[in-house]
C-alpha cells in the first residue's frame, strides 16, 4: 500500500521548477509531462514515458497484491508472473534516470536553474519500494 500511494503522490506532485533566465518558470510533474508530450503529438515518447512511468508500476504493484494474497506454487501462473516482474521491473528506473539526466544536463547551463521538488523524491521511493518488495517475495518463494 505504501507503494501504490507513493506511486500516486509521485506521478502526480510536482517533479521540478526550471527556471530560465531569471523570468520564465515552469513547474512540472510527470502527469503533466505526459500530456504535454500527449498535446505536442510526441508519441514515441509519450508512450515510452506512460508505459514506464505509470503502467509498468501500476501492473507490478497489482501483481504483487495478487502474489502475497493467493497461495503460491513452483511453476503456476503466480510464480511466472513473478519472474515476469523481476525481469521488467527493473525497468521501471527508466523513467527516474531520465529525470535524472534532464537535471544534469539543465544544471550544466548558465541561463537556467533546476529545483528538485518531493514529487521525485516520492516516486523514486515508490520504485525502490516496489522492487525491494518483489525481490524479497521472490525469495521467499525459492
Not at 521548477?17 to 510526441?42: A, C, D, H, P, R
Not at 510464480?79 to 527493473?90: A, M, N, R, S, V
Amino acid at each position: 500500500m505504501a507503494a501504490l500511494t507513493c506511486l500516486v503522490v509521485g506521478v502526480s506532485a510536482p517533479l521540478l521548477t526550471l527556471e530560465k533566465m531569471y523570468f520564465f518558470e515552469n513547474t512540472v510533474s510527470l502527469l503533466s509531462t505526459i500530456k504535454g508530450l500527449y498535446l505536442q503529438q510526441e508519441w514515441f515518447l509519450f508512450y515510452v514515458i506512460a508505459i514506464f512511468s505509470l503502467c509498468i508500476p501500476a501492473i507490478k504493484i497489482a501483481s504483487l497484491v495478487l502474489i502475497t494474497n493467493m497461495q503460491f506454487e513452483k511453476g503456476s501462473f503466480l510464480d511466472k508472473t513473478l519472474q515476469i516482474i523481476e525481469t521488467f521491473g527493473k525497468w521501471s528506473m527508466l523513467d527516474v534516470f531520465v529525470v535524472a539526466l534532464l537535471l544534469v544536463s539543465v544544471k550544466l547551463g548558465v541561463l537556467a536553474k533546476v529545483d528538485v521538488h518531493y514529487g521525485l523524491y516520492v516516486f523514486a521511493s515508490s520504485v525502490l519500494l516496489t522492487m525491494g518488495i518483489s525481490f524479497w517475495i521472490h525469495k521467499l518463494s525459492k
